[in-house]
C-alpha cells in the first residue's frame, strides 16, 4: 500500500476546528483508504520452532496494557524482518465442547511468562517456554470485548519482587511468583479488573468500589464507584488513579482515596495517563483532560457517534481506533503537538485494535484478508506512514485468535484464545 494513500491525512483539505474540536470535512467513513493492509512478510503461529534463547530476553511486560499509566508504549525494539518462531507450548486450559477458547494475553516479568485462565494462572520460562507452575483453581475475571463475541480471561498483572496479582470473580489475589502460592487475597470484592500498581501501592476496581492495598495486602482505603460493564486496568500517575464508572470517569488521590474529580460522559476506552494529562476515547472522538481537575485541554473529533475503541500513546504518536456506526473500523496516527493532536496517517482494520506501540511501529491485531476463513494476526505499522512489513497469522477458528502481544526488546510473545504460547524474534 504506497505512501500516497496512507499519508492522505497529512494534506487533506477541509480541515476544520471549532472551539478546539477538530473535524475532518467531509469524511463520513472510518478511512478513505477502504482495502485491508498487506504485508511484506507473514510468519505462521504453525511454523517449526527454531530453540529457546542462549541468555534471558530484555525488557518485561508487566501488564497487557504495558504500565501502570495504559500506555502500551515498549522502550525496547521490534524484530524488522525474517521472524522466526523461538519455542511454542500448547498450555491446558478448560474446554468448552473440547475446544479452549478462554487464555488471556500475555504478561512478562524478568524470566517468566504469565497466562491466566478462568481457573488459574500458567508461568512458563521467557527463556525455553518450559511449564514452571499452574496455580489454582482461582475464579479469574472474565470479560468481553469488542470483535470477539464471547468472555475473555484478564491478564494478570506482575507488580514488584515479581508478585503476580490477579483479579477474581470474588476478589484479588497475589501469587508467589517462583511457585503460583497464595501470598494474600483480599475478598468482598467482585469481577475484579487488573490492577494498576504504583509506588508500592495496588489500586483494584471491582464491580462496585476502588481498593487500595499495599503489597503485602494490608488495605489502605475503599471507595464506592460503579463500575458498568468494562473491566480494563485503572491508569495511575501523578499521584492520580483514574477509573472508569458507569457514567464516565473518576480520579482519585493515590495516597488516600479522596475523590479529585468526575466527568461524566461515555467512555469507550481505558483510561491513559501521560503527565499531567488523561487521555480517554469517548462516543465522539479523543479528550485530553487536565489530570488534577478533570477540565478539558484538548479535544478530537471526525463526527458525531464516531467512537475511539482502543489508545495507545507514544511520545511523539496517539494510536486510536475508530468505529463509526455502520462501517469497518479504522486505526489512525494523530501526531502529538504542544496543543493537542494532529492525524498523521490510517489504515483499514476492520473489528481489530491497537494494543501496543514502540517509538517506531504499532502493533495492531486485525485479518489481513478477506472472507470466512480469513486469518487473525497480529501486524506491525509503521509509526510514519502506516505501511506494514510483516505480520503473524494464527487461524480463522476462535481458538485460534490472537491476543494482544507482550512487547519485549526484539521479542513478542503472544497467546491464542485456545491456549497456544509462543515467542518471536528476528531470525538467527
Partial sequence: MNRSRRDFLSSVAGMASVGGLIGLAGCSSSCPDSGRPSADETLSFDEEPIGGFDTVPAGTWPTETGDAANTGFATGQLPESDLAVRWRTQLDIPTEDGVGVDASAPVVGSDRVFVADPEGVHALSLRTGVLDWVSGPHSVTETERYGTYRPETIAPR?????????????????????????????????????????????????????????????????VAAS??????????????????????????????????????FRAESAPVIDGATCFVGTDDGLALLDLSDGTDRFSYSRGEYMQFQSLVLTPETVYVVEQPPEAGAASFALSRTDTGVEPRWCSYIGDGTVNAATEDWALGLLSLDEGPGSERSVAAFSANVGSVPWGITSGSRSDTWLNPPAVLDGVLVLTTRGGQTLAVSGGD
Fill in 158 to 222: 506482575i507488580g514488584p519482587e515479581g508478585r503476580v496479582f490477579v483479579g477474581l470473580e470474588s476478589g484479588l489475589v497475589a501469587l508467589d511468583r517462583t511457585d503460583g502460592t497464595v501470598l494474600w487475597e483480599a475478598r468482598d470484592f467482585s469481577a475484579v479488573a487488573p490492577p494498576t500498581i504504583i509506588d508500592g501501592t495496588v489500586i483494584a476496581q471491582g464491580e462496585r468500589s476502588v481498593r487500595a492495598f499495599q503489597l503485602d495486602g494490608t488495605e489502605r482505603w475503599e
Fill in 227 to 264: 463500575r458498568g460493564t468494562g473491566r480494563r486496568q485503572p491508569a495511575a500517575g501523578s499521584n492520580t488513579v483514574v477509573v472508569r464508572s458507569d457514567r464516565g470517569l473518576r480520579a482519585y488521590n493515590i495516597e488516600t482515596g479522596d475523590r479529585r474529580w468526575t466527568r461524566s
